[in-house]
Every structure is written in C-alpha cells, then in structure tokens.
C-alpha cells in the first residue's frame, strides 16, 4: 500500500493517478510583476478551460496555482465523466422559467461533448472509456432511470440509453446489490489527473502562462486587479476565481456559499482480466443512487477504483482504505483477498441547490467565478470555462446569463459551524436511505 500522507498536503494525493501520470512540464513559481487580460486563480478543470478557451479568443492569460496543477479535485475525483449538471433542476423554473430549465439540461449534456472534443483536438492521453451505468438501489430506482430515458430522448440526446432488468445485470455488474440499471453510451470515464495535465500543456502552447507554487495572498479589486502572491503579483482587466472548495478565505463572499465536503478513493492492486472482466464485463463506470453514493469503475491497468463516502463533518478518514474497503466488500465480496495499493480523498464543492456557480460579482463586473459542482465536476467544469470565456470575451452566453441568474444561499453557522450543521442534516437523508424512504 502506498504511503499515507495527510490528505491537503502540498504534493500530489497518494493517488492512483499521481503514481500512473504521464510526463509533464512543470510550471514556474510566480516571481516579479506581470500584466495580462485576465488572471485566473486555480490550475484545476475550471481555471485551466477557461484559460484555454480565453486564448483561443486571442486573449492574454496568467494562471496561478497554490500547489500543482490537478493538484485539488480536478486531479483525485473518481474519473467518472457522467452527462448533467445540477440536481432537480425543475427547481429553478421560478427563477429562469420552463425553457432555462431546459437550456440547463441540454448545457449537462453538452458538457461531456465539451470534453470529448477536447481531448479529441489537444490529443490528450487521458484513457478516455465510453460506457456507463446507473445502478438501481430499489425499484424505485428503475422507475426514475425509465423517466430519465424518456426525457433524454425528448432532448434529442444522440447516444445509446439501453434499460437493464435485474436479471440481466450481471452483465453490468459482478454483483448483487442492484435491482437493475441504465446503461448511457455516451458518458464515460476517465484519467482525470492526466486530462488536467494534458489540458495545462494545451494552455501552454496557446501562450497562456501558468504558474505552481503561487498562492495567492491578497486581491485588490478594481477597474484593474491587482493579484499578490508571496513573490510577485499580477495586473489584468479581468479575474477569474476557480478555486471551489479550496477557496478558503480568498474571498468570503463566494466561500460562504460553498461547502468543502470530502470524498474519498481506493485502489486495488492490478487484478487479473478474468477477474476484473467478472466485476465489470464491459468496463463501464458505475454509479449507485444512494445519498452517500458508490461510484467504481476499472483503470486502464485492471485496477478497481472505488469511491464515494461523502463527508460533510470537515474530519478526514484516519486510514482511508480501512474506512472505504468495507463499503467495496459489500458490493464486492469476491475481493476479500485482494489488496489496495493506493489511498486518498480530497474536496469537492456544494452549494445549497445543488446547481454549479457560475456568474460575476455584483459589487465587482471584473470579477468572474465558477464553483460548487456537487461531486460532477468532471463534465461541469468544462462547460464553466466554455460560458467564462463566451461572458469575459465580451461574447453573448445565454448560457452564462442563466446561471447567474440564480441566486446561492450563504450557508448558515459562518465557516465554523456550516459544516457540522449540515452533517446533521445528511443524517436524516441517510437514515431515509436506509429505510428505503424518498
């Protein structure tokens, strides 16, 4: 088993993907006073997109990253690349009526063609894998997943949805768990640390200068941003914050109305190909439906990776895989004797509703954000740095306009007390899991 280190270390987590990455540039640490159209702050999906589609704009670009590139969740998350963004979107009609909400879902489905194309024009070895699967709790479930099909269809969606009954699942998924599924052809999975990396070095070759090891002390706002890190600062017309669940005490105003919640990842050792082909015969990730959800796919070397455990306390696991392997045993059995090799978690985002923040500061028309994707960043943070760069090119987003257009809640309790309050609320969602309640 890999080395434990502490989960918010300056280094990569002891991950999986730090271990499998592909040879990459490393970045200057920021030194002297620089000038550029916009800075952003984060080198994770959000910030190095936004960079790239700004300098496909012609735009000048400096990005600063406290730590490494793919350093926070851009570069743990569990690879699943899964169509969506937000959560029961038919709550925002109030705010953007009948046809936003609908722009929203299409926006969740154009979000994986984002990355597709991505990948496909930088040339990107990242393992990207199509195939996907919703797995069934109860038959509830199913039922939800047969409506979910339906409304895709009606959205015009272009890939395979293909409904698995409970006794074909077994050519899901080697186990027992689940009550049936929904297999999605155009969702997928991926090496998330390497698609960051491969996305900094297109960033790169577009003239955009990045820079690690660059936190940012101070911000002073204005008609032209002045960003100041420990060595140097930078001047720009425009900033974009992106630092999601890692944006601390930048700027309380967005930190309020996010809430880090950790989430946590094993890996096994390398399984044989009959062994790995028993757990997922057609190498699909996988997601369950419950509210402290499993999500588990195969890597491109046979391991399984298998995530999930949301934590909302602001406590850490003390030994990951001693918290996480009981939770793969019960879908998994089989796995009894095999060994996990890599341990680690990290951050995500939340806001309130559930629905990505994206939009510009009120007090600040220069000051741009993205942040809060709920544990589906993957997808969602491409498009954040699609709409970004349409609004700060000074093109029209009706895109980016909707999603300003909702309001966020600041969490209650002020940064001491959010977390814990809201562990108590997810208590009661978990104990209606348990019961089998909606």
Same mark, same amino acid.
């Given at each position: 088993? *890999?080395?434990?280190?502490?989960?918010?270390?300056?280094?990569?987590?002891?991950?999986? %993907?730090?271990?499998?990455?592909?040879?990459?540039?490393?970045?200057?640490?920021?030194?002297?006073? @620089?000038?550029?159209?916009?800075?952003?702050?984060?080198?994770?999906?959000?910030?190095?997109?936004?960079?790239?589609?700004?300098?496909?704009?012609?735009? *000048?670009?400096?990005?600063?990253?406290?730590? @490494?590139?793919?350093?926070?969740?851009?570069?743990?998350?569990?690879?699943?690349?899964?169509?969506?963004?937000?959560?029961?979107?038919?709550?925002?009609?109030?705010?953007?009526?009948?046809?936003?909400?609908?722009?929203?879902?299409?926006?969740?489905?154009?979000?994986?063609?984002?990355?597709?194309?991505?990948?496909?024009?930088?040339?990107? &070895?990242?393992?990207?894998?199509?195939?996907?699967?919703?797995? =069934?709790?109860?038959?509830?479930?199913?039922?939800?997943?047969?409506?979910?099909?339906?409304?895709?269809? *009606?959205?015009?969606?272009?890939?395979?949805?293909?409904?698995?009954? =409970?006794? !074909?699942?077994?050519?899901?998924?080697? *186990?027992?768990?689940?009550?049936?599924?929904?297999? &999605?052809?155009?969702?997928?999975?991926?090496?998330?640390?390497?698609?960051?990396?491969?996305?900094?070095?297109?960033?790169?070759?577009?003239?955009? $200068?990045?820079?690690?090891?660059?936190?940012?002390?101070?911000?002073?706002?204005?008609?032209?941003?002045?960003?100041?890190?420990?060595?140097?600062?930078?001047?720009?017309?425009?900033?974009?914050?992106?630092?999601?669940?890692?944006?601390? &005490?930048?700027?309380?105003?967005?930190?309020?109305?996010?809430?880090?919640?950790?989430? %946590?990842?094993?890996?096994?050792?390398?399984?044989?190909?009959?062994?790995? =082909?028993?757990?997922?015969?057609?190498?699909?990730?996988?997601?369950?439906?419950?509210?402290?959800? !499993?999500?588990?796919?195969?890597?491109?070397?046979?391991?399984?990776?298998?995530?999930?455990?949301?934590?909302?306390?602001?406590?850490?696991?003390? &030994?990951?895989?001693?918290?996480?392997?009981?939770?793969?045993?019960?879908?998994?059995p089989q796995l009894a004797n095999v060994k996990i090799?890599? $341990?680690?978690?990290?951050?995500?985002?939340?806001?309130?509703?559930?629905?990505?923040?994206?939009?510009?500061?009120?007090?600040?028309?220069?000051?741009?954000?993205? $942040?809060?994707?709920?544990?589906?960043?993957?997808?969602?943070?491409?498009?954040?740095?699609?709409?970004?760069?349409? =609004?700060?090119?000074?093109?029209?987003s009706r895109g980016f306009d909707l999603f300003a257009?909702?309001?966020?809640?600041?969490?209650?309790?002020?940064?001491?007390?959010?977390?814990?309050?809201?562990?108590l609320g997810m208590l009661w969602y978990r104990a209606?899991?348990?019961?089998?309640?909606?």
């Amino acid at each position: 088993m *890999s080395a434990r280190q502490p989960v918010h270390s300056p280094l990569h987590a002891a991950s999986y %993907y730090a271990a499998s990455a592909n040879q990459h540039a490393s970045y200057p640490t920021l030194g002297g006073e @620089l000038r550029a159209d916009v800075c952003i702050i984060g080198g994770g999906f959000s910030g190095l997109n936004t960079a790239i589609e700004l300098a496909e704009r012609g735009l *000048s670009v400096i990005l600063l990253e406290a730590h @490494l590139i793919g350093w926070g969740a851009s570069g743990r998350n569990g690879g699943q690349l899964i169509r969506g963004v937000g959560h029961g979107l038919e709550q925002f009609e109030g705010v953007v009526g009948r046809d936003g909400v609908r722009e929203f879902k299409l926006m969740g489905l154009e979000a994986v063609e984002i990355v597709r194309r991505r990948v496909a024009k930088y040339q990107i &070895d990242c393992d990207l894998t199509w195939g996907y699967c919703d797995l =069934a709790n109860k038959p509830s479930d199913y039922q939800d997943f047969v409506e979910d099909a339906a409304e895709l269809r *009606s959205l015009g969606y272009q890939h395979e949805l293909r409904m698995v009954a =409970a006794e !074909d699942m077994a050519s899901v998924v080697g *186990s027992e768990q689940y009550v049936g599924g929904m297999i &999605d052809m155009g969702s997928g999975h991926l090496h998330p640390l390497n698609l960051a990396l491969g996305e900094a070095a297109a960033a790169a070759s577009l003239g955009v $200068q990045l820079f690690e090891h660059s936190a940012v002390t101070r911000i002073d706002y204005g008609p032209e941003v002045c960003v100041h890190t420990a060595q140097g600062k930078v001047r720009a017309s425009s900033l974009v914050l992106a630092c999601n669940a890692y944006l601390n &005490d930048l700027n309380p105003q967005l930190g309020g109305k996010v809430l880090p919640a950790g989430s %946590y990842v094993i890996a096994t050792e390398p399984l044989s190909a009959e062994l790995a =082909a028993s757990l997922i015969p057609q190498n699909m990730a996988l997601c369950d439906q419950r509210v402290t959800v !499993d999500y588990y796919r195969l890597s491109a070397d046979r391991r399984l990776l298998f995530g999930g455990a949301c934590h909302y306390s602001g406590r850490d696991p003390a &030994d990951i895989a001693a918290y996480m392997r009981p939770k793969m045993l019960k879908v998994f059995p089989q796995l009894a004797n095999v060994k996990i090799d890599y $341990q680690w978690g990290g951050m995500i985002g939340i806001g309130a509703n559930r629905l990505p923040q994206i939009g510009r500061l009120k007090n600040q028309p220069n000051v741009f954000y993205a $942040q809060a994707y709920a544990g589906h960043g993957v997808n969602a943070t491409h498009l954040a740095g699609q709409l970004l760069g349409a =609004a700060i090119s000074g093109q029209q987003s009706r895109g980016f306009d909707l999603f300003a257009q909702v309001p966020h809640m600041t969490f209650p309790g002020g940064k001491l007390l959010r977390s814990p309050l809201l562990a108590l609320g997810m208590l009661w969602y978990r104990a209606k899991d348990a019961v089998g309640l909606h």
